[in-house]
Structures are given as C-alpha cells and as structure tokens.
Nanobody
Framework: QVQLVESGGGLVQAGGSVRLSCVVS????????MAWHRQAPGKQREFVAV???????KYGDSVKDRFTISKDIRKNTVYLQITSLKPEDTAVYYC??????????WGQGTQVTVSS
C-alpha cells in the first residue's frame, strides 16, 4: 500500500506564490514518474506537470512558465512551485506516482484557492 500526502495549499492572493508538497510512503527512487494534476470545480481533472525518474520535466500548456515541478529523493517528496497565481488556478491539486505496470497511486489532494 502506497500513501501520498499532499500539503501546502490554502488561500492565496492573486499574484502570490505557493509550494505544494507530496510525501510518498516508501522510496521514490524506483518510480517511473511523478505528476501533478488539478481539478477545478465543475471541470475535469487536468494534467499540470510530470517529472521522470531521470529528472526530465513536462508541463501542461495552460501552466507553462509559472509552474515548476521538482523532487527530493532523500525526502520521498515531489514539489510543485506555482508563481504569479491567478484566480483560474483555483483547484484541488493532486499528486500521483507511477511505479510501472499500471501501478499508479493518487494522493487525496490539496485545495488551492486564489483570491482576486
């Protein structure tokens, strides 16, 4: 059983920054990739960013230049730094971990609310 616990969300003013964290139970050194998605009210879950085992990153078209994904293997943690927050960034942010062979785990999500 793998557990992912996100944190770092909250109420933030537009233009501000936030860093989300996702701690994974167990080592992340062997995962294929780790990713962040988000889901705004009334919308489908949207891909935000992914980081591979080798450290390569890719971002969703709607979040390029303001979002940065990173990881710390020693802490079994993946991060999502968001700058210049906009009201449309309001969503529940979920992290996920892929161990391969369709073995994918989601966290419970952390709410980010951006006030204008």
């Amino acid at each position: 059983q793998v557990q992912l616990v996100e944190s770092g969300g909250g109420l933030v003013q537009a233009g501000g920054s936030v860093r989300l964290s996702c701690v994974v139970s167990g080592s992340i050194s062997s995962v294929n990739y780790m990713a962040w998605h988000r889901q705004a009210p009334g919308k489908q879950r949207e891909f935000v960013a992914v980081i591979s085992s080798g450290g390569s990153t890719k971002y969703g078209d709607s979040v390029k230049d303001r979002f940065t994904i990173s990881k710390d293997i020693r802490k079994n943690t993946v991060y999502l730094q968001i700058t210049s927050l906009k009201p449309e960034d309001t969503a529940v942010y979920y992290c996920g971990v892929d161990f391969g062979s369709s073995d994918y785990w989601w966290g419970q999500g952390t709410q980010v609310t951006v006030s204008s």
